[in-house]
């Protein structure tokens, strides 16, 4: 990675966890133009079929499965990395899920589920890849927040304090690493065409949403912005505003 001008995508490797469709798809498609070496994550490798097809011919890409509600799986994919690439530049923690209903409804399943995926998982991915990246003294962490860590929606409460806890997480890694030359970046997005919502609400709300391609082209364009420029927190929603 480069100290000066912009950061050189093409001699990064960025890993992608969550990436076998929705946003986490979306990105790989649009960073794998760049000509970085893509580390792709899903829970199976042939979850991520449809995710490398749609990949231009010369892309560069691993598939390292990884379940990031699990410290083990997380722990062998961060092994399985280290030896292919040997460190990452760039980690984007797209991995997340959304149980929506009112709080009483909510199973200790489902909670447990949603803080250990969406909140749990985004840490212990930052954890491993975190000590190489204060080594080289260079490495950006990027967190696919939502805006509910910072907007009440009925229906969202534990989604909403997984999301919460990863972007205070995230404000107080960010001014631990600033020294190390290390940017922590929070996207939070608004409603986004994806299948965290229900094929009804899809149905009738698309038109107003936005969709992954364009979280996807709104990361690349923070990541090209100049080393000496720390983009914190970057809000993204629909035109017409929440739904």
Same mark, same amino acid.
């Given at each position: 990675?480069?100290?000066?001008?912009?950061?050189?995508?093409?001699?990064?490797?960025?890993?992608?966890?969550?990436?076998?469709?929705?946003?986490?798809?979306? +990105?790989?498609?649009?960073?794998?133009?760049?000509? /970085?070496?893509?580390?792709? *994550?899903?829970?199976?490798?042939?979850?991520?079929?449809?995710?490398?097809? *749609?990949?231009?011919?010369?892309?560069?890409?691993?598939?390292?499965? +990884?379940?990031? @509600? *699990?410290?083990?799986?997380?722990?062998?994919?961060?092994?399985?990395?280290?030896?292919?690439?040997?460190?990452?530049?760039?980690?984007?923690?797209?991995?997340?899920?959304?149980?929506?209903? !009112?709080?009483?409804?909510?199973?200790?399943?489902?909670?447990?589920?949603?803080?250990?995926?969406?909140?749990?998982?985004?840490?212990? +991915?930052?954890?491993?890849? %975190?000590?190489?990246?204060?080594?080289?003294?260079?490495?950006?962490?990027?967190?696919?927040?939502?805006? @509910?860590?910072?907007?009440?929606?009925?229906?969202?409460?534990?989604?909403? @304090?997984?999301?919460?806890?990863? %972007?205070?997480?995230?404000?107080?890694?960010?001014?631990?690493?600033?020294?190390?030359?290390?940017?922590?970046?929070?996207?939070?997005?608004?409603?986004?065409?994806?299948?965290?919502?229900?094929?009804?609400?899809?149905?009738?709300?698309?038109?107003?949403?936005?969709?992954?391609?364009?979280?996807?082209?709104? %990361?690349? /364009?923070?990541?090209?912005? !100049?080393?000496?420029?720390? !983009?914190?927190?970057?809000?993204?929603? !629909?035109?017409?505003?929440?739904?």
């Amino acid at each position: 990675m480069q100290n000066s001008s912009s950061l050189n995508l093409a001699e990064s490797t960025i890993w992608i966890t969550g990436a076998s469709r929705g946003i986490g798809a979306a +990105c790989a498609k649009v960073l794998a133009r760049t000509g /970085a070496h893509l580390i792709l *994550s899903a829970r199976t490798k042939d979850a991520l079929t449809n995710t490398t097809a *749609s990949l231009h011919a010369e892309a560069r890409y691993t598939l390292v499965p +990884c379940d990031v @509600a *699990s410290n083990a799986s997380i722990q062998a994919a961060y092994k399985e990395i280290a030896f292919q690439r040997g460190a990452v530049d760039i980690l984007i923690n797209n991995a997340g899920i959304g149980i929506f209903a !009112p709080f009483a409804e909510l199973s200790s399943d489902d909670v447990e589920t949603m803080l250990r995926t969406n909140l749990h998982g985004a840490i212990a +991915c930052t954890q491993v890849v %975190l000590p190489s990246m204060q080594e080289r003294a260079s490495g950006v962490v990027v967190n696919i927040n939502s805006v @509910a860590a910072v907007k009440t929606f009925t229906g969202a409460s534990v989604y909403a @304090a997984s999301k919460a806890g990863l %972007l205070a997480m995230s404000r107080v890694l960010r001014e631990e690493v600033r020294k190390d030359g290390i940017k922590v970046i929070d996207l939070l997005i608004g409603a986004t065409a994806t299948d965290i919502w229900s094929a009804e609400s899809r149905n009738e709300f698309e038109a107003r949403m936005m969709q992954p391609d364009d979280i996807a082209d709104a %990361l690349l /364009a923070t990541l090209r912005l !100049p080393p000496r420029t720390m !983009p914190e927190e970057l809000v993204l929603r !629909p035109q017409q505003g929440d739904l």
